[in-house]
């Protein structure tokens, strides 16, 4: 039960004490958001990785002034696409020939529903859909973290149209999706470091259908 018990380690900690993340453990945190399952295999999303202080000073303002942001080591954002275009989709495709060396017929048929399909759609509708991929790797990252023992405060209390703005995203068609700070837990200033976690009972979240 390793991996249960650094789930229980971990919370979203609301302080953090300033202390550097080392690299190698960063590159891990990212390597598994890296690896996360994605619809269609099309990692609509890219991550930013924000270590630089003037930067996270200017997010704080923009995020309810949540301490973590400037007290993290690194600020991870998670931006998703703005919208499925026919060379991003194909992007993907190409790849997936390339890396494995061959042409399918039944993946090219599916290449071609896509490309019927994502880029004509409505683009906050496919915006909406590639920030939902963007969680699922966040969500690695967040187990990632514990695992290294590293906190980590998912964050969505920020304006994301002021962080797309001072990252310049727009420009790069990508948008905001969520914040994920990491660091180390500050326990004499954080309120919730001690307090008991509250889930649901299994049996409130989990109806088996036999
Ligand atoms: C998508 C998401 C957004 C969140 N946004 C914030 C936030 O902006 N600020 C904050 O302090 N906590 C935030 N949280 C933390 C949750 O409140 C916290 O995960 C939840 O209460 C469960 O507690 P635990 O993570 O400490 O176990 C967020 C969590 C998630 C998953």
Same mark, same amino acid.
Request: with cysteine; net charge negative; aromatic share 10%.
């Given at each position: ?7 229980? +380690? ?13 690299? %190698? ?15 269609? #295999? ?18 704080? !303002? ?18 998703? +696409? ?33 490309? /019927?399909?994502? !880029? ?38 920020? %304006?994301?149209?002021?962080? /797309? ?7 790069? #068609? ?15 200033? /954080? ?12 049996? /409130? ?6």
């Amino acid at each position: 039960m390793e991996l249960l018990d650094k789930l229980n +380690w971990r919370y979203a900690a609301k302080a953090m004490n300033g202390e550097k993340v080392a690299e %190698d453990k960063i590159e891990r945190i990212i390597e598994a958001a890296r690896l996360a399952p994605t619809s269609s #295999g099309l990692q609509p999303f890219e991550i930013l990785v924000v270590k630089n202080q003037e930067i996270k000073e200017k997010i704080k !303002p923009i995020a309810w002034n949540q301490s973590v942001i400037t007290d993290c080591s690194h600020l991870l954002v998670f931006a998703a +696409w703005d919208t499925y275009t026919p060379e991003r989709i194909n992007y993907m495709f190409d790849l997936t020939n390339e890396i494995r060396g061959f042409k399918n017929e039944g993946w090219e048929n599916y290449r071609k529903m896509l490309l /019927d399909m994502y !880029p004509q759609r409505d683009a906050e509708e496919n915006f909406n859909h590639a920030a939902k991929q963007a969680y699922i790797a966040f969500a690695h990252a967040i187990m990632a973290a514990a695992f290294e023992k590293v906190d980590a405060t998912p964050l969505e209390g920020f %304006d994301p149209a002021a962080v /797309d703005e001072i990252l310049g995203l727009r420009e790069k #068609g990508l948008r905001s999706a969520v914040l994920l700070p990491l660091g180390y837990r500050k326990t004499e200033e /954080d309120w919730l470091v001690n307090l008991v976690k509250v889930r649901k009972s299994t049996k /409130d979240l989990v109806t088996v259908i036999e």
